[in-house]
């Protein structure tokens, strides 16, 4: 079973949890000001964490035409909030499918009423693409060094669990990305490992929504 951590971000001003043993990138590569980002020290699997400027509702509407069949679906404009954070850390060539659908959850030691939403992606990325991806942390969606290449197949694959929470008095959105690739795990042939491995973001998120220490 995995322990988690609480830790001090932004410098104190909010606390979060990681993975035990989980290594603050910020102690081997410039992160940006806004983002707290930790690396498993055993796979690719990583966790970020970003202060970003809440969406609007205008923005909220261009999601139905970003995301391919989500115009089919009955989401409030919170929920599509949380897809727009998601669609912004892909590039054009990337395929997103929604996996678990955005859905409300209650924090119980943020406000009455505080807004939140969790749900599950995968994203489908071309091999060999270089540049960053995401907000210019320099650590792609799976936590690789931005500007690696990998070879063999021709696509790659990774798995975003996310929590939103939107903060409405300071004009912010909160979001949590634990971003698992899956081609490190099909290589070796170990299922069983990539599974645990989705446990533990599964297990990450949930551990924020009970717990979520302020």
């Keep these: 079973m995995t322990t988690y951590t609480a830790r001090d971000f932004y410098g104190g001003a909010i606390k979060g949890l990681t993975p035990q043993n989980w290594v603050d990138a910020s102690d081997v590569r410039e992160i940006p000001s806004h983002q707290e980002v930790y690396l498993s020290p055993t796979t690719l699997t990583s966790q970020i964490t970003e202060i970003n400027q809440r969406v609007t509702d205008a923005e909220t509407l ?3 035409t970003l995301i ?17 954070h998601v669609h912004d850390l892909c590039d054009e060539d990337d ?15 943020f406000p009455a009423g505080t807004v939140a939403y969790r ?20 650590v792609g969606i799976g936590g690789a060094v931005a500007g690696s290449s990998s070879e063999g197949g021709l696509t790659s694959t990774v798995t975003l669990w996310y929590l939103l929470v939107r903060l409405v008095e300071q004009e912010t959105d909160l979001v949590v990305f634990v971003n698992v690739p899956r081609e490190e795990f099909d290589k070796a042939g170990d299922l069983r ?10 297990g990450l998120i949930t551990a924020l929504v009970i717990v979520n220490p302020k």
Excluded: F
Excluded at 194 to 200: D, I, M, T
């Design 95 to 109: 395929k997103l499918e929604i996996v678990a659908a955005p859905s409300r959850v209650v924090l119980g030691k």
């Design 62 to 64: 261009a999601v139905d």
């Design 193 to 202: 490992a990539l599974e645990a491995e989705e446990r533990l973001a599964d």
């Design 68 to 84: 391919p069949g989500l115009q089919h679906q009955q989401l409030d404009a919170d929920a599509k909030a949380a897809l727009y």
């Design 119 to 138: 749900g599950v992606v995968r994203v489908t990325s071309p091999k060999g693409r270089r540049g960053t991806t995401g907000s210019g942390s320099g």
